[in-house]
Structure formats: C-alpha cells, structure tokens
C-alpha cells in the first residue's frame, strides 16, 4: 500500500469539513481541529513506519504536505459561513 494511500482518507475528512463550513453546517473551529488532526494522525504513523530508516541516521520529513490545509483554512477565512449580529 502506498503512503499517500494511507493519507487520503484524512484529506477527504478535511474536505468535506471545509465545504460543510462554507454552507454553514459546520464551524471555522470544527475544521481548524479537524484540519490539524488530519495532518498529525497521518505524520504519526508515517514517522513510526520510517522509525527504522531513522535509526540508521537517515534523516529527513516523513508526514504529510500540508498545503491543502493551509489552501483549506484560505477558503473557509474567505468565503467560510459568517454569522451576521443583528442591532435592535
């Protein structure tokens, strides 16, 4: 299995969080969380899959990418669902 394989899941959480915010149902706060999880729970496992490259002193970046976060948290800041206060 690939390990970007093993990221998609996450990547589509995140994703269906960003448009659940954009109509509303969701909020900025919920996908900041759920942004941020899915580019920890992925690092975590491909950082303990690489644990025996590590050891032998290669070292290097073993997680995800994280522009799709980054491009995620632009659009909801953008267009995200703003709640409007109304004066009486």
């Known amino acids: ?5 093993l990221m998609i899941p996450f ?8 448009i659940n915010c954009i109509n509303g149902k969701t909020s900025k706060n919920r ?3 759920v942004g941020l999880l899915s580019l920890v729970f992925p690092g975590l496992f491909l950082t303990f899959m690489y ?13 995800p990418i ?5 491009i ?3 659009i ?3 267009y995200g669902y703003h709640i409007e206060v109304l004066e009486w």
């Open 72 to 74: 995620g948290m632009g």
């Open 66 to 70: 994280p522009i799709q976060f980054i």
């Open 11 to 18: 990547a589509l959480v995140f994703s269906v969080e960003v």
């Open 31 to 33: 996908v900041f969380n």
């Open 1 to 5: 299995m690939s390990n970007t394989a």
């Open 51 to 63: 644990y025996p490259v590590f050891l032998q002193g290669i070292t290097g970046y073993a997680g």
């Open 76 to 78: 909801v800041s953008k």
